[in-house]
């Protein structure tokens, strides 16, 4: 069955385009984007007054399956990211067993089959259980199809390892991802380090935590000339060794999330476990230096690190509550209503940062792109819908999120995988 | 003037008048515990719940007394011989105590922010009496009715803290009242354990505890741990105790009648030696007695006692 998608406003930052155009899509490809598209035999879709584009891909996901799937499974994280606009999600290998082999990377990908409506892309380990002691097996995994390698929250802290799984990297041409946090220095603390953190009497997470491992790590790319990507960046000083390093032509990018972008460490008096986040909720003034890096382009991508918890792992003490925040139902609104609403950044530079881009990153050459022959992943926005935030409303098995209750504009409508309508909002 | 709270969870949000209401109820408290029967019947089939899920002596102690002197029930809870032993979680546990239908919980917890977190589920009036490294505002409230009773104000009075700030609710507590009620605080201790951005609570930070003494008129020391050490916030219990010990030498630089506090337990002879801790200028003793008034003060305000009783 054809579908076509008529009089939508396409945003394709791979080929420059924003200019409204008709999309005509066959057995799961794009068979042609122009104006004016006519065909018989085609279901129609009109999509005039919304916003048509590349699928988004959310680099930075936690699926908890296999291992915790009372908190979230590939099921229930793949319905929560079609509905939340992304039709591609990566999820993180700190599941039980950790995802360190090819056979749990091919697990992943055969429950995907079986129960995914979006596509999931796993990240494997850069050492075996995430000990940051042995490289796992690089080339086997990504030839069960994991697209990139981290130790996510676990990083790798021996700076020698860390070099090594550089250096290996290249033989698998995948990216390495590295959560940048010292955790000696980061201790047991629990929220940004500084006036709040001594007000509220709650353990700190100092900045440099975070800092010291940008510095390693854009020292170790450099050296080993090879790429690396740095997770949920979220201090000043994170921004600008990045700025620095890019100046350098150091191969770097960076992900920023929603909830560092639109949350500070003052939120936290209520005591609230659903801003407990690592790293943390960070100061007005980081907050600032994070728009500053969206804006001039220092900070690459948008991720969520979507980390479901199950409700009473969140409700009890704060020094007692998992990390996480839930992010896949939240992020596009969140961006599109803080960001994109008030001009600071455009709806193109929205789509590259959260599509485009990832898609270069995981070097997916047939997503993040609008153009013949790309894989018909598509989503559709409605930048003027306004919707309340409402967590017994997620298909996410967890409710972890603070921004129940936020009243947002603009909106994920419909979302397109493969040719297929995943989701659809009814009053799009 | 009222007293319009129905919980007690910290100094930090309450106005100067709302803790000058508290000092002053503290004053028409102090003597009934000096009466040949310490009671007064205002508080008769009132349950009152001492919820503590750390060690303590003076303040378990002395809210119970407070709350029995006010003639009300009170049942203490040790978590070391509850269900908590078994995993039951806070939450469960104070929902089980409420089904009990108890009028207040007294909670001492180890994480900051637990009896904020009680609030949002319980109907029951909620004191805090020390969460983690937070608050601990009956601490404050008795050791500011202690100056007072010996200076007569708190303005512009010179108040030296010393020790391990960045650990004390006892410290934050007092942080927080006294630059509400125009002392000058002054913060003494190693810099790892007196962050800077303590500037911003209206204090001045000093590392030397010799300068800092100068002119002082209160001198509050706080308890050191080992695990502070441990932790390499200081290199030694020596090195502490030449920096920052108070001593006899070091006391004369303080204003003559400066008094001496401490909320215990003292670690004698670490960070206050033991001739200052017995001598007259120690109000240890004296804290530890302010600390029943305050506390039937503050359960009196917060549970709508009458004027009229306190006089009966």
């Keep these: ?428 | 003037m009222p007293f319009n709270q129905k919980h007690l969870l910290g100094i930090e949000h309450l106005s100067p008048s709302e803790i000058t209401t508290l000092l002053e109820a503290g004053e028409s408290f102090l003597e009934i515990s000096t009466r040949e029967v310490k009671k007064v019947p205002i508080f008769r089939g009132k349950t009152i719940v001492n919820l503590f899920f750390e060690p303590s002596t003076r303040t378990r102690s002395s809210f119970e007394l407070a709350a029995k002197r006010l003639s009300s029930d009170i049942l203490n809870f040790s978590s070391q011989s509850s269900s908590v032993v078994k995993g039951e979680s806070l939450k469960d546990t104070v929902r089980n105590l409420e089904a009990m239908n108890v009028d207040t919980l007294i909670i001492r917890h180890s994480c900051s922010g637990a009896p904020h977190y009680v609030t949002t589920f319980c109907q029951s009036h909620v004191i805090n009496a020390g969460d983690g490294p937070h608050e601990h505002p009956t601490q404050a409230l008795l050791d500011a009715f202690t100056i007072k009773q010996e200076k007569k104000k708190l303005e512009n009075l010179k108040v030296v803290i010393v020790g391990d700030i960045l650990h004390s609710r006892v410290a934050r507590s007092n942080i927080f009242l006294l630059t509400k009620l125009g002392a000058h605080v002054v913060l003494v201790g190693p810099p790892s354990l007196v962050p800077v951005e303590f500037k911003k609570f209206g204090v001045d930070i000093d590392y030397n505890l010799d300068r800092a003494l100068e002119k002082a008129d209160v001198i509050m020391m706080l308890r050191i741990q080992s695990e502070r050490q441990q932790k390499n916030y200081f290199p030694s219990i020596r090195e502490y105790i030449n920096l920052y010990s108070l001593n006899p030498k070091r006391y004369r630089r303080a204003k003559k009648d400066a008094i001496i506090m401490h909320p215990g337990p003292i670690n004698r002879g670490v960070e206050l030696s033991t001739d200052l801790a017995d001598s007259a200028k120690s109000m240890i003793l004296k804290q530890v007695e302010h600390g029943i008034a305050i506390r039937m003060a503050v359960l009196y305000l917060l549970m709508g006692g009458k004027e009229r009783e306190i006089i009966d």
Excluded at chain 1, 248 to 273: G, Q
Excluded at chain 1, 360 to 370: A, V, Y
Excluded at chain 1, 387 to 400: A, P, W
Aim: net charge negative.
């Design chain 1, 1 to 428: 069955m054809k579908l076509l998608i008529k009089n939508g406003r396409v945003i394709d930052p791979a080929s420059r385009t924003d200019e409204t155009l008709d999309i005509l899509i066959d057995r799961g490809k794009i068979t042609e984007v122009k104006d004016k598209i006519e065909d018989k035999d085609a279901r129609v879709l009109e999509a005039s007054r919304l916003v048509v584009a590349p699928g988004f891909i959310d680099m930075h996901t936690h699926l908890r399956e296999p291992g915790q799937e009372y908190k979230e499974t590939i099921k229930t994280g793949s319905r929560a990211a079609a509905k939340g606009g992304f039709t591609s999600i990566a999820c993180m290998p700190n599941t039980q067993p950790v995802n360190d082999n090819r056979g749990t990377t091919e697990y992943i990908l055969s429950q995907a089959k079986k129960s995914a409506v979006t596509n999931i892309f796993p990240i494997a380990a850069v050492s075996k259980e995430q000990k940051g002691k042995i490289l796992t097996d690089m080339a086997d995994i990504a030839e069960g199809g994991a697209v990139a390698f981290s130790d996510d929250g676990n990083p790798v802290a021996n700076s020698q390892i860390m070099r090594r799984a550089l250096e290996y990297s290249k033989i698998v041409d995948t990216p390495v991802i590295d959560h940048c946090e010292d955790k000696q220095l980061s201790e047991d603390g629990m929220m940004h380090e500084g006036y709040y953190s001594y007000l509220f009497g709650l353990k700190g997470i100092p900045s440099t935590s975070e800092e010291v491992m940008v510095s390693r790590n854009l020292s170790l790319a450099r050296k080993a000339e090879t790429p690396i990507h740095l997770a949920h960046i979220s201090t000043k000083g994170s921004v600008e060794f990045i700025q620095q390093a890019k100046e350098k032509k150091i191969p770097v990018t960076a992900e920023v999330t929603p909830h560092h972008l639109f949350l500070t460490d003052a939120s936290l008096k209520t005591y609230d476990p659903n801003l407990k986040v690592n790293p943390p909720l960070r100061s007005e003034e980081d907050v600032q230096s994070l728009m500053e890096g969206v804006k001039k382009g220092i900070l690459d991508v948008f991720a969520t690190d979507h980390a479901p918890h199950a409700f009473d792992e969140k409700d009890t003490e704060f020094d007692l509550a998992p990390f996480g925040i839930n992010g896949l139902e939240t992020a596009v609104s969140l961006i599109l209503d803080r960001l994109v609403k008030k001009n600071l950044i455009s709806i193109s530079r929205f789509v590259q940062m959260i599509s485009t881009t990832p898609a270069s990153i995981f070097k997916l050459e047939n997503k993040g792109n609008i153009s013949p022959g790309a894989d018909a992943d598509l989503t559709i926005l409605n930048l003027h819908k306004e919707i309340t935030v409402d967590v017994n409303q997620f298909e996410s098995k967890s409710r972890n999120s603070p921004f129940h209750g936020w009243k947002l504009r603009g909106a994920p409508v419909i979302t397109i995988v493969g040719g297929k309508i995943v989701y659809s909002l009814q009053k799009h």
